[in-house]
């Protein structure tokens, strides 16, 4: 019974997680300067890779005997929970790579101490591994974007040649 308890919260807090990345994706989308555009691409993926990841956490809580309302409020990771709140909602003036770099971060970190978690169900550890590779594999796209030259950098000047 304890291990089922510890796997409920530990789902609980990978949905907060989840529902907190959306959030915070949406408003950086809509934050978007005009050089920035390009990045709706990459956090549009985001967004639904998050979705994604909600709902396979959601199902496997249902799998458990939770409904959704009981799997949508943070707990024992509550902390790592608000870090990754607070990188997403913060109003600090930073370019937009920073930020999402930064709560990527916090969520593997988050994913990490999941999934360290002592007595976590091994269907739940093995999703969550899975999982953490993706967010991994996200992270890696943001240094991608991050090494593209500035849009509005390379105007080149047409030249006449004599």
């Not at 639904?48 to 799998?63: D, I, V, Y």
């Not at 920073?98 to 360290?116: F, M, P, R, T």
């Not at 991050?146 to 105007?155: C, G, I, N």
Request: aromatic residues 8%; charged residues 20%; negative net charge.
């Amino acid at each position: 019974m304890e291990n089922l308890a510890i796997t409920m919260e530990c789902l609980r807090d990978l949905v907060a997680f989840h529902t907190e990345r959306i959030s915070g994706y949406e408003a950086m989308l809509n934050g978007l300067t005009p050089d920035e555009q390009y990045l709706s691409t990459l956090f549009n993926a985001f967004i639904r890779q998050s979705a994604n990841m909600k709902g396979e956490l959601l199902q496997m809580g249902t799998l458990w005997g939770l409904d959704e309302e009981q799997l949508q409020h943070p707990g024992r990771y509550g902390f790592a929970w608000a870090m990754v709140k607070a990188v997403f909602s913060s109003r600090m003036p930073s370019y937009s790579l920073d930020k999402c770099k930064s709560g990527e971060n916090a969520l593997l970190i988050a994913y990490h101490s999941v999934e360290g978690t002592q007595g976590l169900q091994d269907s739940v550890r093995l999703l969550i591994n899975r999982q953490k590779r993706e967010v991994i594999g996200a992270r890696d796209w943001i240094a991608h974007f991050a090494t593209l030259p500035d849009q509005t950098e390379h105007v080149q000047e047409l030249v006449a040649v004599s």
